[in-house]
């Protein structure tokens, strides 16, 4: 009977072998040094993440909550959790459209490292694929968390670093909106370590942001601003999920734009928060937070506007250093008067925006990037320059977001001439325009 057995075992396995070495080998064996076996392992790993839920927070308390988080319990992070916030951070609404604007053609990736393993987020099938195996979250981080999220610079789509990075600065905030409205937290950190994880040559890390739950939990407490010019920052009736599921972009405007809509555009592009922080720690000083991060909290951004009237600058503390930065502002300041609306548009990458009636435009104070007296790190150099971007990506961003619930439409354009913007802001050689940010309707 054994022997009867081990013959029939024998003869399967060597009509098996006969007919495995008769399938034809496909291109990918052929030219490739992985085997068959690696690919279907790989194939196991990667996984569908479940849709994202829709968090009804309104869109102005998501922004009055940004913080960074940088201490976390070990509460596992769920894959519907997991998923929300990818798809907010760069998954896909419809065929065309994406959760944050394309300014270099999405030159974005997002890699996951969890505790099983590496992966990166493929927002097409809004899945993880598996990358490599193995924990190398401690390896690259700043701060333990349960994930720590890699993005980084394709540069195989884009060699423009500063606008892929500003591009990043959107994913950063759609990380900060969704985590903490979902009871998460995140913290924007330099990424250079992610090259631990092996990546491609081509991908040049720029980002980590560690995800979990905070040990210290949310606790806010409502403190609007004391001086202001500007009407009081209102939340809207649009929640968080359909801001972004609904952003609103045009290329054409019409009609006026009144003080309420401005006041919430500039507090959402750069606005100190109406929440007090109740909860400082060791790794968070900071009382009131501003509706985006800055690199060693230097905020050396500040933001134009440009009306049919005049030009203003929106002023949002009381000097210009960070520890005496006062939050108890919430101002436009007149520049000069005139419609100076078609000289911006002129010099921008979308000469249209003439006839928006809100032009916002982020510029960089490149003195207030040098760091204090040696006490703090300069980044004035143009190495640096991307970290600016990413500022000032998230703040356009945040207009984007805004606009869409209040019913209005934006865009992002560039400066092409900027010499002839700092002409129109009355700005020397110490100031340099990033972004353009025209409203309307
Ligand atoms: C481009 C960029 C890089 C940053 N890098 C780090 C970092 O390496 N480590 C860190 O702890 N925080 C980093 N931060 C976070 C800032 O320190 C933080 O935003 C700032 O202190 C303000 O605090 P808040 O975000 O809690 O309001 C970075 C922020 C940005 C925008």
């Known amino acids: 009977m054994g022997s009867k057995m081990n013959l029939k075992s024998v003869v399967i396995v060597v009509i098996a072998m006969l007919l495995i070495s008769s399938f034809p080998v496909t291109n990918v064996c052929r030219h490739s040094s992985i085997s068959p076996i690696l690919i279907k392992e790989k194939t196991a790993h990667s996984y569908s993440l479940p849709p994202p839920k829709k968090v009804d927070i309104p869109l102005e308390i998501a922004i009055a909550r940004r913080k960074s988080v940088r201490e976390f319990n070990e509460t596992p992070i769920s894959d519907e959790i997991l998923s929300t916030i990818l798809w907010a951070a760069y998954g896909y609404i419809n065929d065309e459209k994406r959760t944050i604007h394309g300014i270099e053609g999405y030159a974005a990736k997002i890699y996951v490292l969890k505790e099983d393993a590496v992966y990166f987020y493929d927002p097409v099938n809004h899945s993880l694929v598996f990358y490599k195996e193995g924990d190398y979250r401690r390896r690259v981080a700043q701060y333990e968390a349960p994930i720590q999220l890699g993005i980084v610079w394709n540069k195989n789509k884009s060699s423009n670093e500063n606008y892929v990075t500003a591009e990043i600065g959107q994913i950063g905030q759609n990380i900060y909106f969704m985590a903490n409205a979902l009871g998460l937290g995140a913290v924007t950190t330099v990424g250079f370590t992610l090259s631990a994880i092996g990546l491609p040559s081509n991908e040049i890390p720029k ?43 045009t290329t054409t405007w019409k009609g006026e734009i009144n003080e309420q809509e401005i006041s919430q555009l500039l507090w959402a592009a750069y606005g100190f928060s109406y929440y007090i922080d109740n909860c400082i720690t060791e790794k968070n000083k900071i009382v009131r ?18 009306t049919k009237d005049g030009v203003y600058r929106y002023v949002a503390g009381l000097y210009r250093y960070y520890m005496w930065n006062l939050p108890v502002l919430h101002s ?22 003439s006839s928006a009636p809100l032009i916002l435009i982020s510029v960089l104070d490149i003195r207030m990037t040098k760091g204090m007296i040696g006490l703090w790190d300069d980044f004035s150099g143009e190495e640096f320059r991307w970290l600016w971007y990413y500022e000032a990506g998230a703040s356009a961003y945040n207009v984007l977001l805004e606009a869409t619930a209040w019913n209005l439409s934006a865009n992002i354009a ?28």
């Open 332 to 353: 436009l300041v007149k520049i000069r008067r005139g419609d100076y609306r078609k000289e911006i548009a002129d010099a921008s990458s979308m000469p249209s925006i």
């Open 207 to 249: 980002i980590i942001m560690p995800l979990g739950y905070p040990k210290c939990p949310y606790n806010f407490t409502y403190k609007p601003m004391l001086l202001s010019n500007l009407p009081p920052v209102k939340n809207s009736t649009m929640s968080l999920s359909d801001a972004i599921y609904n952003r609103s972009e």
């Open 289 to 306: 937070h501003r509706t985006i991060p800055s690199a060693h909290a230097y905020y050396p951004l500040k933001i134009y506007a440009v």
């Open 414 to 441: 560039f400066p092409v001439d900027s010499q002839a913007i700092l002409n129109v802001l009355l700005l020397n050689q110490n100031f340099l325009p990033l972004l353009i940010v025209p409203v309307g309707e």
